[in-house]
């Protein structure tokens, strides 16, 4: 399976909502008309680590926000809650048939929202696009012996 981060994001979001199935989720800020509670994904500054021959590493940082009513008074509680919750449900990613482990998980509450934030290392390759070898032409393997 090809890796992308549009799948990424749609395997993080399917977490989520096996979780907590009656939360809307989204991947773009600008959605109109939200009702809270909800999630946001969002990326976070992402690197790469070449690795040997085609393959690399691509550390993806992610960041769910999570927004309730802002003037409920259980609005701290329910966003510690959450966390602690997500510490389950965010551990591993399903992605495919396989899953993908998160790194560096961590949140914080900020102005009244809470952002769950962590890494995910996905090894990937480049295409490998080195024509094949149809024949060999001449091959004089072995040691030759000098006959006289």
Request: aromatic letters at 14%.
């Amino acid at each position: 399976m090809k890796f992308t981060l549009e799948k990424l994001i749609d395997f993080i979001g399917g977490a989520l909502k096996e979780s907590y199935p009656d939360i809307s989720v989204y991947s773009n800020p600008n959605q109109q008309g939200t009702e809270v509670p909800c999630f946001f994904i969002f990326f976070m500054p992402t690197e790469t680590e070449n690795r040997v021959g085609r393959r690399y590493v691509r550390n993806i940082g992610i960041d769910v926000v999570y927004l309730v009513e802002r003037n409920d008074p259980d609005a701290h509680d329910q966003l510690v809650y959450v966390a602690d919750q997500l510490d389950y449900a965010l551990e591993f990613i399903s992605y495919g048939d396989g899953k993908l482990r998160t790194y560096d998980r961590e949140w914080k509450i900020d102005d009244g929202e809470l952002h769950y934030q962590f890494t995910v290392k996905a090894i990937v390759s480049y295409p490998d696009n080195t024509p094949t070898i149809k024949e060999v032409e001449s091959y004089e393997g072995g040691i030759k012996q000098d006959v006289n």
